[in-house]
């Protein structure tokens, strides 16, 4: 005669193990991704003011390392993040040329800026001794 009986004795409750994620694989590839974004991308110098540029079907790229001058709505006038007054923009302009005189000078002027700033502007690059001052414009 068989025995139908089920043996109880090996259904014992199994101790379960918990799901873990390694979360060090993840962590090496959003590293790699970080560098390679800081690696591959490009920064641009602002004048560190915002300033609304006019628009220009003739505006071209310039590729030189250039003197960055905004002219802000309200008139003031900022070189290198730093606002500076008319009267001492020239020696700001000599200081940096003294360096490289090669340089060039970018006005970024707002388009609602007064023109009467703008070319008291480019008079004291003219006097400090930039040889071109351009006049930034977004192109159509």
Do not use: Y
């Amino acid at each position: 005669m068989e025995n139908n009986s089920v043996d109880f004795l090996d259904l014992k409750p199994r101790q379960r193990r918990e799901a873990t994620i390694d979360i060090g694989p993840l962590m090496d590839m959003v590293f790699i991704l970080l560098i390679f974004f800081v690696v591959t991308s490009t920064f641009t110098r602002e004048t560190g003011v915002e300033v609304s540029k006019p628009q220009a079907q003739t505006a071209n790229q310039l590729e030189k390392e250039n003197i960055l001058i905004a002219i802000t709505r309200d008139g003031t006038i900022h070189i290198d993040e730093r606002q500076v007054d008319l009267a001492g923009l020239s020696d700001v302009l000599k200081g940096i040329l003294a360096k490289n005189p090669e340089r060039e000078a970018v006005l970024i002027a707002d388009k609602d800026a007064m023109t009467g700033k703008l070319v008291s502007v480019i008079d004291a690059c003219t006097l400090a001794g930039v040889r071109k001052v351009s006049i930034a414009a977004l192109n159509k």
